[in-house]
């Protein structure tokens, strides 16, 4: 009953279009790929596979920022970090499978741990054999980092670049701790040699199918979450802390908590990312957590279009795409041209192209309205219902206040 | 023979920049062929002394070569090598320079024979020599060489040395290398605790260690004593320990004031981050490394001054670049400080591509000059130049900004925009131009950041991102709108920063400073030094 | 004087910003169902008082009591708002990328923490109060458009609009006309005096001609505490309050 009530909330046709494509692909693509020989033209080869699937990893998480940054206006320059945490988590239940079958044969120690000497497993490595618990952790870990830095930094009232800020010390200084051997966790080299997840080889066309099908499934359940918090009055509360937070207060409410939310929902939906990414890439290394990843995930988004649910989406997957082609034909160009794609969107697409998209058609639709019936007045029924579409896909305001150096 | 190998290069040291008495070559090799005709130890013992009595530190090669039985002499021509064993074949070496002189096998070879009196005067002989040396280095470093292996057998050849001595460093060098060798001998109590308040008189590392081995052997008073003594080396060394550690500490921190200082001025008085400001740094750090190559192609003379060529250059290389960004980007997003967040991030990228594709992607070797290089010492603290030099050269820096900013019409037009920008607008400030040139100002003074951290840091395309993460903390650590402010952030993390060091390690304690910092911001989230009032919750 | 019957109790209260006073030795008391107009010129205190009274800054010394008996220094903002103090800002502030609507949605009495709010439905009662509110801040043509789009006037109806929703039981209203056209002022006084038949009110205002138009008790601060109090006539002829106005 409850979940009926919030799916339906937000979920706009072009929402809807996106997760029956997504469902679509979840299906078509392992079919095309296991059922067809490598020589039909209807044949999706292993590599495409892998490479969509990871890119579907990216929008997963592309869309948990959003949801912090567009929704509830919290830059978060930390977000690599959930990413990446969640995928230790499942690159230690891949360790864990692997068993006896490492270059050292030893059945309980990954092989870098019996290579640094050690005699016994830590105690944060067990329970991670089982499936089930990997899995747990893969949502616990990085929303419980969440919660906690966030309940800290919210409560405190630590807002705009300062929060900004902080995330990315947060971010570096888990870069720093898991480049450190003794953390466990692989040091420089990280976890990877993965060979079974669930009992099924990795590297296996039938589990790569698998695992892009699950990609696209979670990057669905994604999309109708978001909707689902963005049509809610959770949601629209969301949008009155970004815009006016102080507001928000003296009428009652807890914006801490609305961002706290927010953040922790945002971190495990990151974690699930980062677990499929594990899988499919074949590797975690503390390079994930690397400040600069997750700065480049903020641009997907704001390409995409913050504050908008296919935004980002779209966004993670065009830059991502451009990144394959530019790093293939020219790989000195690509950060000039990543460079210069952070500097376009801030100064001539502040929008996004979907948030850019929605303006012009509203616009349009205005022109049409005024042109139709210019008596009547501006509280007409199917009126009504055009702004409250529009509003699931919430603008964000630009320009704002003069700069004022604390916020 | 530790000692004696030591005390040989010492003479060997002093022989080659050398000063003292030297006899002329032929005679020494006249001498130094007389070993091969020797038919006992005495006669050879006789040589020992006839070499000795030359004065001439070049004869501590073959001395040090006959005490360690390696001198031998060519059965065929009775010519004296010193022999080095090498795969079964010898090297020969000449006894005087050490240079090859050919090989020979085993058989063609007879070794000069010592036995333990041999020894003695061998080491008597060159302990003199060095002890009485008429350059007090070479007595000096004798003498540190004589305290670290004490031997019982080198006190009188000391004493003699001590009642002769005139320089006074030189001379506690020589008592404290005879209180370690009294220590060794098998002298009474008495005579060993006076040598144990000598040895804590010195107060350092290896007089601590010294301590701590006579304290495993002996027993009674004299254990107690050593404990006592080395409890209280122990004491003072910790004491230069936290000397040392505040000198890194504030050296680390004038690094990071350097790299920071610029960024709180452009936050301050636009609300603009410039993620781009780790590459003003870079840019510096490469117009240095360009600087000193024209130097060294065209004008090698000049090489010393190179860095003073570099900081002007610097300075208008990133400031120029500074003012094109403001210019050309940040201007157009005023008001939205997370987006210039982003536009200035990704100018950053272009900026350390650029100068990947054009100076490469590897380090670049930036020199110091001369008056940059080495070090020097302060009781127990070592203090290289080139971390001193930067110290003072951060202070400097600061005073200039702190005076612009307080006595010239251009700081007052800068903090009055940092107070209230609407109405410094309203004033008559041309607050546009404030922006810009504050933006020129905060680049360019990243960029002679870059002169000075070409200095101590690798000169690669990624050098501003090492630095751009601490300097935010210091920003965000210390407030803006007050330089007072960066300089406490910038030297209170550089020296907790170095004081977590030795207990948890660089990594870690880096990591434990940016959790206290996220921790701190909580508490004071505007830093320490925040503007406060109406004012800033507008 | 017993503060039990009083909606409002200020006494002696200080605070000052890096040695400025900006509130000193403040007292005031207001009644219940009481409205008070508030005078003074600017800089004397009266938007610190009203972040003192709403939980935004601490008073560095002096009580503050709500309805009697509840110290509001010890409460935060949203629980203060919570307990039934309104405020309305000198600036309008509403959700701007919101309809208006929404904003009142928003604000509407109710249970203030995440899970309700994630599954809340509307129910007839809550639209028919919508309903009212709109009716009575004169906004029902406007009821879909964005917030954004409304004139300067009609914020800061929907801001009071907003301030009605939540239902409270003293409100401060700061500078309600500020921008506006005489024809909106009257309304705005005509409003104000029709709210202050079920709720104590606070108003902080310049426009002379406004407070005159709503009747009540006026009090004037002056460099952070009271300089005169009484009614209108009465405290614009008090010779301390034309000095500080004139400024001799």
Not at chain 1, 89 to 113: C, K, S, T
Not at chain 1, 300 to 319: D, S, Y
Not at chain 2, 95 to 120: F, H, M, W
Not at chain 3, 169 to 195: Q, S, Y
Request: charge should be neutral; glycine fraction near 10%; charged fraction near 20%.
């Amino acid at each position: 009953m409850i979940t009926q009530r919030l799916f339906v909330a937000g979920l706009t046709p072009r929402i809807q279009i996106v997760i029956a494509l997504l469902v679509g692909a979840a299906v078509l693509v392992p079919v095309l790929n296991l059922a067809f020989p490598p020589s039909s033209p209807f044949h999706v080869p292993n590599y495409m596979v892998a490479l969509v699937g990871k890119y579907l990893c990216y929008a997963l998480l592309a869309l948990a920022l959003d949801l912090v940054w567009g929704y509830c206006g919290i830059l978060s320059l930390g977000h690599g970090a959930f990413f990446a945490l969640g995928g230790y988590a499942m690159g230690m239940y891949l360790m864990r499978q692997i068993g006896a079958r490492g270059v050292y044969g030893n059945p309980d120690l990954p092989d870098f741990m019996v290579f640094l000497n050690w005699k016994e497993l830590p105690w944060y490595w067990h329970g991670f054999d089982q499936f089930w618990f990997a899995a747990i952790m893969i949502m616990a870990v990085p929303g419980l980092l969440a919660f906690v830095f966030g309940w800290f930094a919210f409560r405190s009232r630590v807002t705009g670049v300062y929060l900004s800020i902080i995330t990315q010390a947060m971010t570096y200084a888990l870069l720093l701790a898991f480049f450190r051997n003794d953390m466990g966790f692989g040091g420089n080299n990280g976890l990877t040699d993965f060979k079974d997840i669930l009992g099924f080889p990795v590297q296996a066309s039938a589990t790569r199918s698998a695992l892009f099908a699950a990609s696209a499934l979670a990057l669905a359940a994604g999309i109708a979450l978001v909707a689902a918090i963005a049509g809610s009055k959770l949601g629209k509360l969301m949008v009155a802390v970004r815009d006016a937070e102080s507001r928000t207060r003296f009428i009652g409410w807890r914006p801490e908590n609305v961002k706290l939310f927010a953040f922790t929902v945002s971190a495990v939906m990151a974690g699930i990312a980062g677990a499929l990414y594990v899988p499919q890439v074949g590797i975690i290394n503390p390079g994930e957590f690397a400040p600069a990843n997750s700065i480049e995930v903020v641009v997907w988004t704001a390409i995409g279009g913050r504050g908008t649910i296919v935004g980002p989406i779209l966004g993670a997957l065009l830059v991502n795409a451009g990144k394959s082609w530019f790093t293939g034909a020219l790989p000195e160009l690509w950060l000039f041209a990543l460079g210069g794609l952070f500097v376009a969107v801030t100064l001539f697409l502040p929008k996004g192209i979907v948030g850019t998209y929605d303006q012009w058609r509203a616009v349009r639709r205005e022109r049409r309205l005024a042109k139709a019936d210019l008596p009547s007045g501006p509280a007409e029924a199917g009126d009504v219902r055009i702004v409250r579409a529009s509003s699931a896909t919430s603008p964000v305001p630009q320009g704002g206040p003069e700069p004022q150096p604390a916020e | 023979m530790r000692l004696l190998r030591a005390l040989g290069l010492i003479l060997l040291f002093a022989a080659g920049f050398g000063a003292p008495a030297h006899a002329d070559e032929g005679e020494l090799r006249t001498i130094i062929a007389k070993f091969a005709t020797s038919k006992n130890f005495r006669e050879t013992e006789a040589v020992v002394r006839e070499l000795a009595a030359t004065g001439d530190p070049a004869v501590g090669r073959p001395l040090g070569a006959l005490a360690d039985g390696n001198l031998s002499f060519r059965k065929s021509d009775g010519q004296v090598f010193i022999v080095s064993e090498a795969g079964g074949a010898l090297t020969l070496l000449d006894p005087l320079s050490g240079g090859r002189s050919g090989e020979a096998a085993s058989r063609e070879v007879t070794k000069v024979r010592v036995n333990n009196s041999l020894r003695r005067a061998v080491r008597e002989a060159i302990g003199a020599l060095t002890l009485n040396s008429p350059d007090a280095g070479v007595r000096l470093s004798a003498a540190e060489t004589m305290f670290r292996s004490p031997d019982p057998e080198a006190i009188d050849a000391l004493d003699a040395a001590i009642a002769v001595e005139a320089v006074a460093n030189v001379k506690s060098r020589m008592e404290e290398a005879r209180a370690a060798a009294v220590l060794a001998s098998d002298l009474g109590d008495s005579e060993k605790l006076a040598a144990l308040k000598t040895i804590e008189r010195r107060g350092d590392r290896t007089a601590l260690s010294l301590l701590a081995a006579v304290k495993g052997r002996a027993d009674g008073v004299l254990k107690g004593a050593a404990a006592r003594s080395a409890a209280n080396v122990r004491e003072t060394l910790s004491a230069w320990d936290a000397a040392q550690n505040v000198w890194f500490g504030i050296s680390l921190g004038s690094v990071l004031l350097l790299a920071a200082i610029g960024l709180a001025i452009t936050f301050g008085v636009m609300g603009v981050i410039n993620m781009a400001h780790g590459e003003m740094v870079m840019l510096g750090a490469y117009t240095t490394f360009v600087v000193q190559n024209v130097i060294r192609a065209s004008y090698p003379g000049l090489f010393d001054w190179s860095l003073a060529i570099a900081l002007p250059l610097a300075f208008l290389v990133a400031g120029g670049v500074g003012l094109i960004i403001e210019r050309g980007v940040i201007r157009f997003l005023y008001g939205r400080p997370l987006e210039t967040l982003l536009a200035t991030w990704g100018v950053s990228l272009i900026l350390q591509q650029a100068v990947r594709t054009i100076f490469g992607p590897t380090n670049r070797e930036v020199g110091n000059p001369s008056w940059m290089s080495g070090a020097f010492e302060i009781g127990q603290m070592s203090i290289t130049w080139n971390r001193l030099w930067i110290v003072v050269f951060a202070f400097t820096v600061f005073a200039v900004l702190l005076y612009v900013f307080k006595f010239t019409a251009w700081g007052l037009h800068m903090r009055a925009v940092t107070q209230n920008r609407r109405m410094a607008a309203s004033m008559g400030i041309r607050t546009p131009w404030v922006d810009a040139l504050t933006f020129a100002l905060g680049s360019g003074i990243a960029g002679i950041a870059g002169v000075a951290l070409s200095q101590i840091d690798n000169v690669s395309p990624n050098l501003g991102q090492g630095y751009i993460i601490d300097s935010f903390m210091v920003v965000v650590f210390g407030g803006v709108g007050n330089l007072w402010g960066t300089f406490v952030g910038a030297m209170t993390l550089g020296v907790v920063n170095k004081f977590l060091e030795p207990y948890a390690g660089a990594v870690l304690g880096k990591i434990i400073v940016l959790v206290l910092i996220i921790l701190f911001i909580q508490k004071r989230p505007r830093g320490l030094f925040a503007l406060k009032g109406r004012s800033v919750e507008a | 004087m017993t503060k039990n019957h009083t909606i409002l109790y200020l006494d002696g209260v200080s605070v000052s910003f890096d040695g400025f006073k900006a509130i000193n030795n403040l007292s005031l008391v207001l009644d219940k169902g009481e409205m008070r107009a508030i005078i003074g010129p600017n800089g004397a205190g009266k938007t610190t008082m009203m972040d003192i009274i709403t939980g935004k800054t601490r008073p560095d010394e002096g009580e503050v009591f709500f309805d009697g008996t509840i110290d509001l220094t010890r409460h935060d903002e949203a629980d203060i708002a919570m307990m039934g103090i309104g405020r309305k800002f000198q600036k309008p502030t509403v959700f701007e990328s919101h309809t208006v609507e929404d904003n009142l949605l928003l604000s509407m009495k109710g249970p203030r923490s995440i899970f309700p709010a994630l599954v809340h439905r509307g129910s007839i009662g809550e639209a028919r109060r919508i309903d009212e509110i709109l009716a009575t801040v004169r906004l029902e043509a406007r009821r879909a458009d964005l917030a954004a789009n409304l004139s300067h006037g009609q914020k800061q109806w929907l801001e009071i609009g907003m301030l009605l929703a939540q239902d409270p039981k003293l409100l401060l209203v700061d500078e309600p006309v500020a921008g506006m056209t005489d024809a909106e002022t009257e309304e705005t006084a005509r409003l104000l005096r029709e709210i202050s038949k079920t709720r104590s009110v606070v108003v902080v205002e310049h426009d002379m001609h406004f407070v005159r138009e709503l009747d009540v008790k006026v009090t004037c601060l002056h460099e952070g505490s009271v300089l005169s109090e009484g009614s209108l006539d009465f405290v614009s002829s008090d010779e301390r309050v034309v000095e500080v106005y004139l400024g001799r």
